[in-house]
């Protein structure tokens, strides 16, 4: 683990952006919104809390899988990706930036421990379970229908229209675990629940 406290991203976005349109022919109307956000980070709570618990899928595929089994039989199997320093020291900067990566030597990490203990130490670090904070959203879509007024007039009704509703059908993140629209500020996710995919039929009568 890294002593010092480094510099892992700004919690706002760089943009946000929208896209709403409606378009008509004849009887015919067709509406959608689309949204997003780009750039920005944040903890995906959902994720840590899996991992840590051992509910992610990850942890029951590869070489964390495996390693898993033999946490059972009290067998420490599992080898971390990265290196160990062998010489030098490490310099940083006011980000916590490493300087001198060509000065110091490495070997690769080669010490066995449990699954369970090196997910816990791994995942109880911010950056672990950091994720981008881009999202897109496909947030509405709406297709509507003018009844002809030869079909509604002998029951009073000038007008009549009738359409069919689709809300959040579309949701695209780098992990889908949490809903990226609820949290807007801060810079950890919390167990909200998702927004859900919603669809509904609009009857609209003028007399």
Do not use: C, H
Request: glycine residues 10%.
């Amino acid at each position: 683990m890294n002593p010092v406290s480094q510099f892992l991203g700004y919690v706002n976005p760089k943009f946000v952006w929208g896209i709403n349109n409606r378009f008509s022919y004849r009887d015919l109307t067709f509406s959608f919104q689309f949204d997003g956000r780009v750039g920005g980070v944040i903890g995906d709570y959902v994720r840590q809390k899996t991992f840590q618990g051992g509910r992610n899928i990850e942890t029951v595929q590869g070489a964390l899988g495996a390693a898993r089994v033999n946490d059972v039989q009290n067998t420490k199997s599992y080898v971390g990706s990265g290196v160990v320093l062998t010489g030098g020291s490490l310099n940083y900067d006011v980000n916590g930036n490493v300087l001198n990566y060509a000065e110091l030597r490495y070997a690769p990490n080669m010490t066995q421990t449990f699954a369970q203990d090196y997910i816990a130490r791994v995942y109880g670090q911010t950056e672990s379970f950091l994720m981008d904070r881009s999202f897109a959203k496909l947030r509405e879509v709406v297709i509507g229908y003018s009844l002809p007024a030869r079909l509604i007039s002998r029951l009073g009704v000038r007008q009549a229209s009738v359409s069919l509703v689709g809300r959040n059908l579309l949701y695209v993140a780098q992990y889908k675990d949490i809903d990226l629209d609820q949290f807007l500020t801060g810079g950890v996710s919390s167990l909200q629940t998702p927004t859900t995919r919603r669809y509904g039929i609009n009857l609209n009568l003028i007399f």
